[in-house]
């Protein structure tokens, strides 16, 4: 630990050298977190991130770093909540190439894209792209299983000489609901409800769903076999993995039925289960293997995320720095309970804002938090390092930057999400450091503009939070027992701390940032 903690020791000589002034703004810490949350979300519209993904020239185009021909031979699925933006960009690019999609997007999402003016996000009158609308309150149910069995069909009728474009982003799973003969949408969603209920991990969960699926785990692109497809995917899940965005329908995996048994065996539910499953689940081969005569496709698919939480974080640090903040990446991966989530922040805050060498308490905590939230031991190292170095040698303000996905443990009935939560309980941790502009702000936001069934998508918050809601005669604890956010931040000052941006057509998770003003250092 001595070693560890040696690193975030001040160098006596870069104390005297290298000191610049730090960069001023009028504009307040407030505004300056929101306007980095903002160049975050735009960095991830889903019209965006296609076009910066999707090169074309003339009769071809290249697509990380493959070319493809074009010969009026593609075809389009997609399915997600941001699906309709990206394939209104696709189909602008790709011109009279393109045959013939469809695409299974959220119930409702045209009539409110057009409400909040975003017809740039919709697609045209003359559009060859078929929209079936689904997934009431994110949920698989039979509109959504139309649409999935279109999608197969699509898939199915192509040949060698055909591209497939699918697109895909968080949501993509409830909207692409497709059991194995016999098993009804009814039946699967029973299974899957069950494992979850019973602690069931999300891998576990995936393994479920792909041995009773037939588009997930790369059921589509066997479907679409021997075509050529390319995935764009908008990733919402922790570290982007490939067979967990909407179950992987583009990602070769071999289920057997051994994993699934061990898997509903652990949390003890396979006398429980529909004949129909063991029906599916009694075959003794893999389901790639009974049709279609190659068993792996992979070879003809090329799957590439093309907007991620990481993505979103690196815009927002270029704004961070146009406004005066010298960013740093913490880690893209936060999770875990977001009391644990909120521990981490505090401990960050006074870490930065020590006008003397941090006790090393502190970072010895910050190391043992790390793995129960997602975040690496050198990681951590890193930022403290870094975090250290900018205090003693006077690099003016900085923004520290992370992105996830807490937890929050309800105990209670209230309204509100985990980055309002995440907001109020960080607010407490920072009680007694300096206000702004002398002290730390935070901000988490949900860059899908909801944060639980709110309307807002995060909160702001500051050292200054208890008082003010004292003086307001606000009972933080309760509201907190309650998991009751929503409410306290929209009594508080009037929601002035809330985070409000609207529609966003998207989703890469939370974008969580930690505003550090300059720290006067006492050599």
């Not at 591209?163 to 968080?170: F, K, P, R, T, Y």
Request: net charge neutral.
């Amino acid at each position: 630990m001595a070693r560890v903690l040696s690193l975030f020791r001040p160098q006596p000589f870069l104390v005297h050298v290298g000191r610049t002034k730090p960069m001023l703004c009028e504009m307040s810490m407030d505004s300056r977190a929101r306007k980095m949350f903002a160049a975050a979300v735009e960095a991830v519209q889903p019209d965006t991130v296609v076009r910066q993904s999707i090169e074309r020239k003339e009769d071809s185009v290249i697509i990380s770093g493959h070319k493809f021909t074009l010969e009026h031979n593609l075809h389009l699925a997609g399915f997600g909540k941001a699906v309709l933006g990206m394939a209104a960009e696709a189909e602008r690019i790709m011109g009279d190439h393109l045959v013939k999609g469809v695409i299974s997007v959220p119930h409702g999402i045209q009539q409110t894209l057009q409400q909040h003016g975003k017809n740039h996000l919709l697609l045209k009158e003359n559009s060859r792209i078929r929209v079936m609308e689904g997934a009431k309150h994110n949920l698989p149910d039979i509109d959504a299983q139309k649409a999935a069995e279109e999608i197969k069909q699509l898939a199915s009728e192509l040949t060698e000489k055909d591209l497939l474009l699918v697109l895909i982003s968080g949501g993509g799973s409830a909207l692409l609901p497709a059991p194995i003969p016999p098993i009804s949408l009814q039946e699967k969603q029973d299974v899957t409800r069950k494992c979850a209920g019973a602690g069931a991990t999300i891998q576990e969960l995936n393994t479920v769903r792909r041995a009773l699926s037939v588009l997930k785990g790369g059921g589509l692109a066997h479907c679409a076999h021997p075509a050529q497809v390319v995935s764009l995917i908008l990733s919402d899940v922790i570290g982007d993995p490939l067979d967990l965005i909407a179950s992987g329908p583009t990602v070769w995996s071999e289920v057997w039925p051994e994993e699934v048994f061990s898997v509903l065996e652990r949390y003890k539910l396979l006398n429980c289960l529909p004949a129909s499953v063991k029906e599916v689940l009694g075959k003794p081969m893999p389901k790639w293997r009974e049709n279609k005569g190659e068993s792996n496709t992979s070879g003809r698919v090329l799957n590439t995320v093309i907007g991620s939480n990481s993505v979103a974080l690196k815009w927002a640090g270029r704004r961070a720095r146009e406004l005066g903040f010298r960013p740093v990446m913490l880690a893209p991966g936060v999770c875990g309970d977001v009391r644990s989530v909120s521990r981490l922040y505090g401990l960050l805050a006074r870490f930065a804002c020590s006008q003397e060498e941090p006790p090393p308490e502190i970072a010895a905590e910050l190391l043992r938090l790390g793995p129960e939230v997602g975040v690496a031991s050198w990681d951590l190292c890193r930022t403290m390092q870094v975090l250290g170095e900018g205090r003693t040698e006077g690099w003016g303000s900085t923004c520290l930057l992370a992105g996830g996905e807490p937890t929050v443990a309800l105990t209670g009935k209230g309204r509100g999400g985990r980055n309002q939560e995440l907001a109020l309980r960080v607010g407490l941790e920072l009680r007694d450091l300096k206000l702004p502009p002398n002290g730390p702000v935070f901000l988490s936001g949900g860059t899908d503009g909801q944060d639980g069934p709110t309307e807002a998508a995060g909160a702001i918050t500051d050292g200054g939070l208890y008082e003010e809601a004292q003086a307001q005669g606000l009972d933080v604890d309760n509201f907190l027992t309650n998991n009751d956010s929503y409410t306290f931040f929209t009594r508080l000052s009037a929601g002035q701390r809330l985070l409000v941006p609207g529609l966003t057509c998207t989703n890469v998770m939370d974008v969580h940032m930690l505003l550090i003003p300059p720290i006067p250092f006492n050599i």
